[in-house]
């Protein structure tokens, strides 16, 4: 009987090295061959700093969870198959005795975190796994480490958990913050994360104008730049969309694209902006990777000024129901287009004053012509000249935050570009959109009204308070957009409005006031004066500016199909021309 085991055990042998040698060459072929291999324990050991060991115990552990051996890790596949190396009549020994009565007798197994490494019974693990079991017998000694090893741990997984227990050993936050898990997939991880602690060290150094520990600069970055971070991470649920990754992968995505987006812009764009920005680039959803195909292909088949703008509303969706208190910002970010005429240094004088109302920042744009050279030597002094009125003009407005950035290309598709990290832009308005179609369709301004994904703000004076605001409301979506901005308007800056609804003697207009009362007074407890005109409603704004009893006006943009708006014309287009006041474009 001992010998027809140990005959059919030789056939399972060569079953066993078929198998192999099938995944041997799939490996190869798919360059995969790391994930074929058996861990050591020996490099293990070293790289992951093993501190201790507790006492052997017997137990019955998963064929599965062992991933490595003490010394044969060579002569079997990740899941043991037998290589070459391996004496055929030895395994088809062990083979046979498992088939017997007498069974497998316990391995002997070193387990370090959730996997196992044999230290005697190789062959045992291979018969057994070949018998398809799913158990075995085993003594097992526990080694203590830092860094646990998981089932999925492959050769190249140890260069990145090497790097983490040098990182937790320079840092020493497993016993700074004992709850922190900072996993990486990627090498190269640590060594980055401990720059951005040295360079964090280093300006909490300057602001606080002392020496700073190395262990207080650990735990400061951790609390207050890498847990924020995280939490952005977590609280947008940006991880569903990379389900490969860590929140420590996309902690050093988002901050490498944070770098990215600061050289492109030329200002800082902070944690929470970046990362809308990377999950719209990046996500893995296949709606919004069709969404992209589609926009670039109707960027390529049809004319900047008939491609239709983000839909109503999206711009402050992330930032929930209006908050009336003392500490709010609906305006962060303030882009502000600098050219050299009047207006231009209007409308900066403008942005600072919105800025220092809302504790803001102001990040100018100048923008050259593409066929200028960029280099050129009075293109270099207008740069400087524009640099150093604004740096003063700032300065004067007492606004530290604001910078200065130079691009070269289209006007109008740098500012639509840069408006998407931004709250709000503000525009001298030099050359309002024309009376006639093929002036408007050459017009820049009519393209950014369109397609600019942000508030936008004309200026064709000087800058102006914001006390009396006049809100021209329709029940259209983006007209809704200018009750929820004057809302803020009025909570927090104490701007007095007024809400114009025009019927112009066809349909009343009583339903949409009722409609701007109920969402200003009953949900915002805001007070308002309500007009309904028979008027056109560039009219009566007109003859309310003559009469100085407004100075803003506040609108909705373009709510026809881009082609009919060209066309046609629009009443935004219309007051732009007519009136000389700030309109406060709202979408």
């Known amino acids: 009987m001992e010998n027809a085991h140990y005959i059919r055990a030789l056939f399972d042998y060569k079953e066993a090295r078929r198998k192999a040698a099938f995944q041997e060459l799939i490996a190869r072929l798919t360059g995969k061959r790391a994930e074929l291999e058996l861990l050591s324990y020996e490099e293990v050991r070293q790289k992951l700093r093993i501190v201790g060991s507790s006492r052997e115990h017997r137990q019955s552990i998963p064929l599965d969870a062992i991933v490595g051996s003490v010394g044969r890790y060579h002569d079997f596949t990740r899941n043991f198959l037998p290589r070459e190396s391996i004496n055929k009549e030895r395994w088809a020994r062990v ?86 898990d900072l996993t990486a997939t990627r090498a190269g991880a640590y060594p980055t994360l401990l720059e951005h602690i040295d360079v964090h060290r280093y300006y909490m150094g300057i602001e606080k104008d002392a020496a700073i520990s190395y262990e207080d600069a650990v735990v400061h970055w951790y609390d207050e730049v890498y847990v924020p971070v995280v939490n952005i991470i977590r609280g947008r649920g940006i991880l569903r969309g990379f389900p490969d990754r860590t929140e420590t992968d996309l902690y050093l995505w988002l901050a490498n694209h944070q770098a990215g987006l600061k050289k492109e812009l030329g200002w800082e764009v902070d944690a929470e902006t970046a990362a809308v920005d990377l999950e719209a680039q990046h996500a893995r959803l296949a709606d919004r990777f069709s969404a992209r195909m589609m926009h670039k292909f ?44 009047k207006n231009g240094w209007h409308a900066l004088d403008q942005a600072l004053m919105i800025a220092e109302r809302e504790n803001g920042a102001v990040h100018g744009l100048h923008v050259y012509p593409t066929e200028e050279e960029q280099d050129t030597e009075t293109t270099s002094e207008t740069a400087l000249s524009l640099g150093v009125k604004f740096t003063k003009r700032c300065q004067a407005a007492g606004n530290e935050k604001s910078e200065l950035s130079i691009a070269v290309g289209k006007v109008g598709k740098e500012i ?66 200018t009750l929820y901005i004057g809302a803020y308007m009025a909570s927090k800056w104490g701007t007095s409005l007024t809400v114009l609804a025009g019927s112009h003697g066809v349909v009343s207009t009583k339903g949409t006031l009722r409609e701007a009362r109920a969402y200003l007074e009953e949900q915002h407890s805001i007070s308002a004066t309500y007009v309904e005109t028979k008027s056109f409603i560039v009219d009566e704004v007109r003859e309310r500016a003559r009469r100085g009893e407004i100075d803003l006006i506040m609108m909705g943009g373009y709510s026809a199909a881009p082609m009919l708006e060209v066309v046609l014309g629009s009443t935004v287009d219309e007051v732009l021309r007519e009136i000389r006041l700030p309109v406060l474009i709202c979408r």
């Open 416 to 481: 639509i570009k840069r408006a998407r990290f931004t709250d709000l832009v503000v525009l001298p308005l030099n050359h309002p959109p024309g009376e006639k179609p093929i002036e408007r369709l050459a017009s820049g301004l009519h393209n950014i009204i369109q397609r600019c994904p942000r508030p936008l703000l004309t200026i064709p004076g000087p800058a102006i308070s914001f006390e009396r605001a006049i809100l021209a409301y329709d029940g259209s979506p983006k007209s809704r957009e």
């Open 95 to 180: 083979m046979a005795q498992a088939s017997g009565l007498r069974g497998l007798p316990p391995i002997d197994v070193y387990q370090v975190g959730e996997v196992y490494f044999v230290l005697d019974g190789n062959h045992r693990v291979s018969v057994a796994r070949q018998m398809g079991n799913k158990t075995i017998e085993a003594y097992v000694t526990k080694i203590k480490t830092v860094v646990p090893l998981t089932t999925d741990t492959t050769p190249d997984d140890l260069i990145i958990k090497a790097e983490y227990v040098h990182f937790l050993e320079e840092t020493r936050l497993a016993k700074l913050r004992p709850e922190a």
């Open 298 to 341: 109707l960027n390529i088949i049809t004319p900047g000024m008939f491609v239709p703008g983000p839909p109503p509303g999206e711009w402050h969706k992330e930032r929930g129901e209006i908050d009336r208190g003392e500490t709010s910002q609906l305006f962060r970010d303030i882009l502000v287009a600098i050219d050299q005429s």
